[in-house]
């Protein structure tokens, strides 16, 4: 209620400053604790705004720091294996074990005892990958084995299938009786993985900071581990902001004159599919001060990252920083050095009972402008509040050159980078360029 009475006072900004005055020196302790208002901010009119932006202009590589120095990696939990994949861990992996646990074959072939090995040996046994049984091997012997294996007692190497040929058969014609070696030497441990030849008992498997992908996940499982310790997955809720913009799914026979639909909350969703976190939809809110301000709050509560687009920049309706301070958060930079996305903001904003923080990124609306910032900021924070051991973009030197004028490219964000790199391209043969990536590495 207290908002709606600031919105009808605007008419006549003497009443209102007084008004609001009269209000806060006889309510003072009434502050609307669960929002955290300053009301000592007063709602200009229109024709009050400012005409120039007041928030210095920081280059890319500063805002990019400055971004990550308020960014604490959210903290850790116990989950199982597959809840693992995309986090990163909080700990160090170690073998407790070693693997293979046993000597074990490299190839299909015969297990041998290498030492004064004749040409032509008897087939004692078989082994294949499985078995538990130990068998005890003798010279002059072999034992057909397969691949992973457990070599048997007495065996010092392997000698592969393709070095061998048939010599005779059991009498029922099933199986080998003899065979003979066609190699020349046979060396100790040939074609045998000993004991811990892959992971040592102690070893370091996975450092702290990594990120658990498929390939990670399945080392672990070969550890035996079955609870991984990692940064917990962050939530991150999307907002479109624009009284113009309708969901993607209505058709044009629903939509009014002037109304868009809403791009940038799929395109942004779709960018965090697979990196490791909770990506929620939280609709479109509408360019009204009271809806922007309840909303955001509520949402900051519940989310560890906001993402809105539009309403960041210097039109009458941009209200995001201007509602940012009201709820009591810190706008770290609202204007990058860089083009598109120059009204780029990032500021942090406190949950309620001192709770901790809710990392807040208003981007620009324009569809490229929004992908292209979200690629170079909050990718990056996302990183970091996952507790990446490097959450900076590496920068790559390449060389670059076309051999075609046009090119087709399936990603916005190569579409806009394209006229730039065909100007470059038109000024100079070759020209060395740095490219941002999205991987850390």
């Not at 909050?378 to 959450?391: D, E, H, K, T």
Request: glycine content about 8%; some cysteine.
């Amino acid at each position: 209620h207290h908002g709606h009475k600031h919105k009808h006072e605007h008419d006549d900004g003497h009443k209102h400053q007084h008004q609001h005055q009269h209000h806060c020196h006889h309510r003072k302790k009434h502050e609307h604790n669960h929002h955290k208002h300053d009301h000592t901010h007063s709602r200009r009119s229109v024709a009050d705004r400012d005409r120039q932006s007041k928030w210095p202009m920081v280059k890319v590589s500063d805002a990019i720091n400055t971004m990550i120095a308020h960014i604490t990696p959210l903290d850790t939990c116990s989950v199982s294996l597959f809840e693992s994949i995309g986090l990163v861990l909080a700990e160090d992996v170690i073998a407790q074990e070693p693997h293979p646990r046993f000597p074990a074959s490299v190839k299909d072939g015969y297990a041998v005892v290498a030492k004064d090995c004749p040409k032509v040996l008897s087939v004692a046994s078989q082994v294949t990958a499985g078995d538990s049984e130990e068998i005890q091997l003798q010279p002059g012997t072999c034992a057909r084995i397969t691949t992973g294996a457990p070599v048997p007692k007495g065996a010092t190497a392997v000698v592969m299938v393709e070095d061998t040929e048939l010599v005779s058969k059991t009498d029922d014609g099933k199986e080998e009786k003899e065979i003979k070696l066609l190699c020349d030497t046979v060396e100790e441990g040939q074609d045998i993985r000993p004991i811990g030849f892959d992971i040592a008992v102690g070893e370091k498997v996975l450092e702290k900071g990594q990120v658990v992908h498929p390939a990670e996940l399945g080392l672990i499982a070969t550890l035996g581990v079955s609870t991984v310790n990692v940064h917990r997955r962050a939530t991150v809720g999307v907002i479109s902001t624009g009284d113009e913009l309708v969901d993607a799914t209505t058709s044009a026979n629903d939509m009014k004159f002037g109304q868009i639909r809403d791009s940038n909350r799929y395109t942004l969703m779709a960018s965090m599919a697979g990196i490791g976190v909770d990506v929620r939809d939280c609709g479109v809110i509408s360019d009204k001060e009271e809806s922007l301000e309840q909303e955001i709050f509520r949402l900051c509560q519940t989310h560890d990252v906001l993402i809105t687009s539009g309403g960041v920049s210097m039109g009458e309706k941009d209200l995001i920083k201007g509602t940012i301070t009201r709820l009591g958060g810190t706008v770290h930079f609202g204007r990058v050095f860089m083009k598109p996305g120059k009204p780029t903001t990032f500021a942090t904003i406190p949950k309620k009972n001192g709770k901790g923080q809710t990392l807040f990124f208003g981007l620009p609306g324009n569809p490229v402008s929004c992908l292209v910032t979200y690629h170079l900021f909050v990718r990056p924070a996302i990183r970091a509040l996952q507790g990446y051991a490097n959450a900076k973009h590496s920068l790559h030197p390449v060389e670059l050159s076309f051999t075609h004028t046009s090119l087709l490219v399936p990603n916005i964000t190569a579409l806009f980078l394209l006229p730039l790199l065909q100007k470059l391209q038109r000024q100079r043969p070759m020209k060395r360029v740095t490219l941002s990536t999205s991987a850390p590495q």
